[in-house]
């Protein structure tokens, strides 16, 4: 179901800070957090994705661009990174940690 157009980014913003919200959770704290489903998978990836446009899109408007610097100091632009590859990456520490967890219940 998409916006309005009159309050678009209003919900969308809300969205998003929910999204962020349960992201820096499953960073945080990957031992209390369950491995999303296989939509959300495949979802997160897409809004990495049209959230690092939107940044690309805005640096633009003010002549600048954004990049990362990777653990080994090289530098990549936004739209080069693998948001899937690290949202992958967060779902396996979270099972790792559960896992752990687990390990030392027994």
Not at 10 to 34: F, H, K, V, W, Y
Request: hydrophobic share 35%.
């Amino acid at each position: 179901m998409s916006n309005m157009s009159y309050c678009r980014f209003e919900n969308t913003g809300r969205d998003l800070a929910d999204c962020e919200e349960a992201l820096s959770e499953m960073i945080d704290n990957p031992q209390e957090c369950e491995p999303v489903n296989r939509y959300e998978m495949e979802a997160a990836p897409r809004l990495f994705d049209s959230a690092a446009n939107i940044l690309s899109m805005l640096a633009d408007v003010l002549g600048a661009s954004i990049t990362l610097t990777d653990a080994d100091g090289r530098e990549m632009e936004l739209d080069r990174f693998d948001w899937e590859e690290a949202f992958k990456k967060v779902q396996d520490d979270i099972r790792e940690a559960r896992e752990g967890d687990e390990e030392l219940e027994d």
